[in-house]
């Protein structure tokens, strides 16, 4: 029950077993250290040496905690990516930001593409809310300093397009993530947050019906 008390104990059998020839069951058995060590840890950033220490024997890791290391490591990305401000020139600041989002939808597509749950789902939330908070910065920027009117309208309704363009992305990764957790029979929080997402999505994206031009009117009897 004492995570540091089992952190270390798992460090003393990892540096036992540096002592003597490996085999296999060495080479399993540290792995799942290094897994366990990372689950212990009490951050994130804490965590993050011990799951790349894993991936370097990833070999004798079950496909789940591959996909797990992988996922948490691109999890550790995002504090940065989510910390660049869009200022003007746009540009730049911009660069500076999708170079971030490129990194982290590496990470989350190859969690996605080893198809293990829970972590499919787990990836396929964040892949979404990566790219919905790229739209979000985009619209909340402030504009290039002195635009006319008219011009700045139409510069506002250009980020918006962009923004809900990057919103059908994630609305895809969102619904295909869902359809897997539920083929899967996956019942936990990152499938209920991906119904959080979703359901609210759709409704946004959905255009209303028009309104009629003229109202029937039941007879009397």
Do not use: C, N
Not at 52 to 79: D, I, K, M, N, Y
Not at 159 to 166: F, G, S, T
Request: glycine share 4%; no cysteine.
């Amino acid at each position: 029950g004492d995570a540091r008390a089992a952190d270390a104990e798992y460090r003393v059998v990892l540096d036992t077993l540096k002592t003597r020839a490996k085999s296999a069951d060495d080479s399993t058995l540290v792995a799942h250290l290094w897994m366990r060590r990372a689950r212990l840890a009490p951050s994130v950033e804490d965590a993050a040496p011990h799951y790349e220490s894993a991936l370097a024997v990833s070999q004798h890791l079950e496909p789940v905690e591959r996909a797990e290391a992988v996922f948490q490591l691109t999890e550790r990305q995002r504090p940065a990516y989510e910390s660049v401000v869009l200022t003007q020139p746009l540009d730049e600041s911009l660069a500076r930001k999708k170079s971030g989002l490129e990194t982290m939808l590496e990470g989350y597509k190859a969690t996605i593409d080893a198809g293990v749950e829970p972590w499919h789902a787990a990836a396929s939330l964040r892949l979404g809310e990566s790219l919905v908070h790229l739209g979000d910065a985009l619209q909340q920027s402030e504009p290039p300093p002195g635009l006319g009117d008219d011009d700045l309208i139409a510069y506002r309704a250009a980020l918006a397009e962009q923004a809900h363009a990057l919103e059908g992305r994630a609305v895809e990764a969102w619904s295909t993530g869902l359809r897997a957790a539920r083929a899967a029979a996956l019942e936990d929080a990152w499938r209920r947050d991906l119904e959080t997402r979703l359901y609210p999505a759709l409704l946004r994206r959905v255009p209303l019906r028009p309104a009629p031009h003229f109202v029937i009117v039941e007879p009397q009897q």
